[in-house]
């Protein structure tokens, strides 16, 4: 075997070009590392990172890189065997779920279990190469903070039930920034580690479009009486954008402006508390496109607004891209790109590729979980989501407005939800582990004359746990008092 141990090969290239193996662990624990510190998992994101190729010091992977055999062996469980070895029952097993799911997608707790008793080929060497990068976290086995440990191993009684939840929740998450982590120090080593050239558009530059957007159509509008409810809700909305983060409700009559007041809530509240996106959420393809391209015009900046559902044209918008300013050659691979990672200021899509993801096993679908940590979410028409989604497991041991999910209860997300009935945003708002500080609710008890005042008022919850961050929900939704005029 070569002194120098490898991770990935160029084909037709000189062994000198090929990516030494230590290099490909400690950038893959640096971004790994870098995800999980939205959420307050650095030390567990980057120590994944570090073990999840050790399993490529074998022999077998070695000779398979020269192509000397036709296969390399399974590395992915040499790797989920030294976490489960280093990290014991409750943090090693997490790890080693994730470590060896990084190809194949998460497996389910027996074929865990059976992977882990495996003989495997001696990759020993792995040792002398990764634990020199950070003996800290490795040698001393200090990679889950004290305070996290003790939130998550001694949690309440009361949410003990609900821990197998928490615990697989947290996988995910942590799940998300391995492979999204792998993907992007691949990606450096193929482009000579160069690292990839990214122009990103800060929140608070679109939330001064968008304000300047809204103050123009105010201008121009007629002085109606429509008009200046629509102005009245579009002002108290942005006004309670200073309040703490939690979970808030918003309903606004058909033709009240719902989509842009919530966008200019949300764009607000993400400067204020300093959070990286905001994710707007649909239940139909023909709402997330309308509602896209509404965003566009507002904000003046379509290269910001990452439009993505099933029936997306690619193409067609890396043209549009290129119309306003990019190259229409270089589009579509970062819009690609953006799209298994969301990585991107502000996110349109659809309910189904939301949840899913959630409670998805695969590297693609997981891939872009990790950002939804410290966003604001934006759950649109939420009263089209039926409540029953319950039992097909969206908050079937989930948690309730005080019982945080530990992997995403420490992430500050932030989420605009909505429903007029407000079972479905509540439940939702469950399954993200967001805890209810208040709620954007109709200020009087005269419910006809409120829907069609569209008057708000925020009212506080004095359930907020004060264990976990804080993060924010609204509810949009729409109601079926018209407004006309």
């Avoid at 998992?41 to 399993?55: E, I, N, V, Y």
Wanted: aromatic residues 6%; positive net charge; proline residues 5%.
């Amino acid at each position: 075997m070569s002194s120098v141990l490898y991770a990935h090969s160029k084909p037709g290239r000189p062994e000198a070009e090929w990516e030494p193996l230590a290099v490909h662990a400690r950038w893959t624990g640096r971004f790994a590392a870098h995800f999980g510190r939205a959420f307050g998992c650095a030390g567990l994101a980057r120590a994944q990172g570090l073990l999840h190729d050790t399993g490529k010091a074998s022999q077998e992977f070695q000779d398979y890189l020269c192509a000397l055999r036709a296969r390399g062996g399974d590395h992915s469980t040499w790797g989920a065997q030294r976490a489960d070895e280093l990290y014991g029952r409750v943090v090693g097993r997490m790890l080693a779920a994730c470590i060896a799911g990084h190809h194949g997608g998460l497996p389910d707790g027996e074929a865990l279990r059976r992977r882990l008793a495996q003989a495997q080929n001696d990759a020993s060497r792995w040792r002398e190469l990764i634990i020199p990068l950070a003996p800290e976290v490795i040698a001393s086995k200090r990679c889950f903070a004290p305070p996290a440990r003790e939130r998550f191993e001694q949690c309440p009684d009361a949410l003990a039930r609900r821990r197998a939840f928490t615990k697989a929740f947290l996988i995910r998450m942590l799940f998300s920034c391995l492979v999204d982590a792998d993907f992007r120090a691949t990606e450096r080593f193929m482009a000579d580690g160069r690292p990839r050239a990214r122009v990103r558009t800060r929140l608070r530059d679109l939330d001064r479009q968008l304000t300047a957007h809204l103050r123009c159509k105010q201008a121009d509008a007629k002085p109606t009486a429509i008009n200046a409810l629509r102005a009245e809700i579009l002002a108290h909305a942005v006004a309670k954008a200073t309040c703490t983060p939690g979970l808030f409700t918003l309903t606004v009559p058909t033709g009240g402006g719902k989509t842009l007041t919530s966008l200019a809530f949300a764009l607000a509240h993400a400067e204020r508390y300093g959070k990286r996106r905001v994710i707007h959420v649909a239940p139909f393809t023909a709402i997330v496109e309308q509602t896209a391209d509404a965003i566009r015009t507002a904000v003046g900046n379509p290269g910001a607004i990452l439009e993505h559902h099933a029936n997306l044209d690619e193409e067609a918008l890396a043209r549009r891209l290129a119309e306003d300013g990019g190259d229409e050659r270089d589009g579509l691979g970062p819009l690609r790109r953006a799209a298994a990672t969301w990585d991107a200021p502000i996110v349109v899509t659809t309910a189904v590729q939301f949840f899913e993801s959630l409670f998805a096993n695969r590297p693609s679908r997981c891939r872009k979980l990790h950002n939804l940590a410290n966003s604001v979410i934006i759950l649109d028409e939420a009263q089209t989501v039926d409540s029953s989604g319950r039992r097909n497991g969206l908050a079937e041991g989930g948690c309730d407005g005080r019982s945080a999910a530990f992997g995403s209860g420490t992430s500050r997300e932030a989420a605009v939800t909505g429903s007029s009935r407000g079972r479905s945003a509540r439940d939702a708002a469950g399954v993200l582990g967001v805890p209810r500080a208040g709620s954007l609710q109709r200020g009087r008890s005269d419910e006809a004359r409120d829907l069609a005042t569209g008057r708000l008022a925020v009212v506080p919850d004095s359930r907020r746990n004060g264990t976990f961050p804080p993060v924010t929900i609204i509810q949009v939704a729409f109601c079926a008092l018209p407004v006309v005029g």
